[in-house]
């Protein structure tokens, strides 16, 4: 952890602090957040529509980190997730994750994937890339399933740590997941699959810590 502690304030650019239930609040982190934290979850959700209440996650990536130098990985996982109200979806979100029964046909319900996420992921501080519909998809899918929140009080959006550092840069002139990860030549195991967007924003955060450790 000792190795980790001039990065906390960078890192604390994307802190924000959590309600009980895991919801976002307006209040910024501080470095005084990362106490007691061991582990990242980088994960990444892939969802039928954009609002919370109709519509569903199809597909979760998750990848479990240590929060020391390097950011070694601890550990793995993803699956799609089985709709129960696949008439709610938006065309278009169906189109960009792939979605189509045959391929969905051994999903898992939304009541098996919480519980494996939680497996993977309790204790650990929730991070993503733009992380604010994810995080309101996987509080309400926890609520679904009736499962408290298990993760740390805080979480963690990597986008402003990049915005942050390579604005000025002049070679990233948007900031998606897409376009910085291409930017920092991070090559990419597929588009809009969950597992490999988490295995992106991962990456990203690695190379921004070396960047930021390099000045």
Known sequence: MVA??????????????????????????????????????????????????????LDIG?????????????????SRVKPKHIGNAVPGALKVVGYNAKAWRDALDLEEAIPRLTDVGAGALITGWGIGQDMAFLVES??????PWPFAPVALDVQPIARRLLRDTGHVDRFNLGHVADRLGIGRMGEHGALPDAFATYDVLVKLLERAAAG
């Not at 924000?16 to 470095?31: A, I, Q, S």
């Not at 998750?62 to 993803?78: C, D, I, M, N, Q």
């Not at 926890?142 to 499962?147: A, E, K, L």
């Open 4 to 57: 980790m502690d001039a990065h906390f304030p960078l890192l604390a650019a994307g802190l924000r602090v959590l309600e009980p239930d895991g919801r976002l609040t307006p209040e910024n982190g501080t470095p005084a957040h990362f106490e007691g934290v061991t582990s990242l979850l980088v994960i990444d959700l892939e969802m039928s529509g954009s609002n919370a209440q109709m519509h569903e996650v």
């Open 62 to 78: 998750a990848v479990r980190v240590t929060l020391a130098a390097g950011l070694p990985e601890e550990t793995s996982w993803g």
């Open 142 to 147: 926890f609520r679904r399933v009736g499962t």
